[in-house]
């Protein structure tokens, strides 16, 4: 079986996105990009979590094509597969339709720098306009709003994507982020809240960076 310790991992993984409540039913998608060979590892489309087995998840290359595996791969295999074809830094994606960011998604505010935990996703969370989910330009559209700049961005209308050099960051970015949209959510329903300056985000994210290697 190609890349097991991958399909093993998008299996904790997804069952890890219902038990934190970051996910319902077979809504969001995650994957591992395995770098020296070129392939990766993604969930498989519309399959419940807790039965979905190393087996069921499906190996493909950068182009889509599927390489190994008998299910079909998540509907939003170009949104993973971009960032992996256009990031070094970048091995690990998930995609979900959090609560709290998804409200946000829907009102389509960018999350402001209210919380230091934005550094998860650089000096804000971009959100993107609308496009149809699994669509190749909702995964441009979502690369036109992160590029290198940002690990993570909301989908209009739709949810939140997070990357990172492994899937265990970019799980904790979309919990975290959770976090910190339904804390932007109530401080701006509160009036406000008070921003970090350019100068506190530049000391977190430089803290993040030591953290994230360590
Ligand atoms: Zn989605």
Redesign the pocket.
Known sequence: MLLREQRELVVEYGKKLVTTGLTDGT??NLSVFHRESGLMAISPSGMDYFATTPADVVVTDLEGNIVEGDRKPSS?LDLHRLFYQRRPDVNGVV?T?STFATVLACLGWSIEPVHYLVAYAGRQVPCIPYYP?GSLELAEAAWEGMKTDYNACLLGN??LLSVGGSLSFAFDAAQQLEFLAKVYYHTRLAGGGVQLTPEQLDAVLGKFQSYRQA
Request: hydrophobic letters at 25%.
């Open positions: 809504f969001g939003e995609h339709h989910f739709h949810g």
